[in-house]
């Protein structure tokens, strides 16, 4: 393991990647944000050694390195997901990367459906806590303790610091940001309503099928996390519709514009 990620970040030094102490991973039909940065080097997660191949149709998956407002950023634009096939390793390989190239601070990105029905979509959750209903964790592997620590601390898997800046930011943008819970599910297929009623109950305020096994690897590697979920639908089991994915990717692009904001005044702040 230790081999592999000293190829890949072999491959990217050598093109130039890095160093950045700031990570940005942009979610489903959230890619805006690059045409804002000085771009320095993209490269098509494909060409990456040891990256996996991705084969989802809605995400590109590229690496950018560049700036934001002056800040030295690494974009992972696209992101693996286990319903492609993937191992918990496979999905998270790219932060273990992103620590090797100088990462501090990861900002995670994801749409979500809002089972708290009194968030609205096209609408901003940031998170503060989140489930984890996949099944698996990235550190449940053979020779795990040669990466970091086995036994992870989750007492505060989100940055309370990064957090409270965030909703500074918000409060004077007036951008009007959640706060809630999100839970992780495998997918691809969305819930049944009695999956919703069961997710509301035991606490979750938004679902979606990623960043979880995210966040595991970066508190494992010491990363402080913040993470903002685009609401695309409302989860309301008694009148639930069936899924309208271009309803889905147009309320992402609604919620990227504050996204894109908080982003880059929270950037300027690192
Ligand atoms: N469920 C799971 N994942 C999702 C949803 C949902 O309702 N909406 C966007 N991602």
Do not use: W
């Amino acid at each position: 393991m230790i081999k592999k990620i000293e190829q890949s970040l072999a491959f990217l030094q050598e093109k130039g990647m890095g160093p950045a102490s700031i990570g940005i991973v942009l979610g489903t039909g959230m890619y805006e944000l690059i045409a804002q940065m000085t771009l320095k080097k993209s490269i098509a997660y494909a060409e990456i050694p040891h990256f996996p191949e991705a084969t989802q149709e809605f995400q590109k998956g590229m690496l950018h390195y560049g700036s934001l407002g002056g800040k030295k950023v690494l974009v992972f634009q696209g992101r693996y997901h286990l319903y492609e096939g993937l191992s918990f390793f496979e999905i998270t390989y790219f932060v273990r990367i992103f620590k090797a190239l100088g990462g501090k601070s990861l900002l995670l990105s994801n749409a979500a459906g809002t089972i708290n029905l009194h968030f609205k979509k096209g609408s901003l959750m940031l998170i503060e806590d989140h489930i984890n209903l996949q099944g698996g964790s990235p550190l449940a592997l053979k020779g795990i303790e040669t990466l970091g620590e086995r036994f992870v601390d989750m007492s505060m898997p989100y940055d309370l610091a990064l957090r409270e800046k965030v909703l500074s930011i918000a409060a004077a943008e007036k951008i009007s940001l959640y706060q809630g819970v999100y839970v992780a599910v495998v997918g691809p297929q969305l819930e049944t309503p009695a999956e919703y009623r069961y997710l509301k109950i035991i606490g979750a305020d938004a679902v979606g099928m990623s960043s979880v096994p995210e966040v595991i690897v970066a508190r494992q590697l010491g990363l402080e996390v913040l993470g903002l979920s685009v609401l695309t639908d409302e989860c309301d089991p008694d009148h639930l519709k069936p899924i309208d994915i271009p309803e889905i990717m147009e309320m992402a692009k609604k919620g990227e514009k504050d996204f894109i904001k908080i982003v880059k005044a929270l950037v300027a702040t690192l």
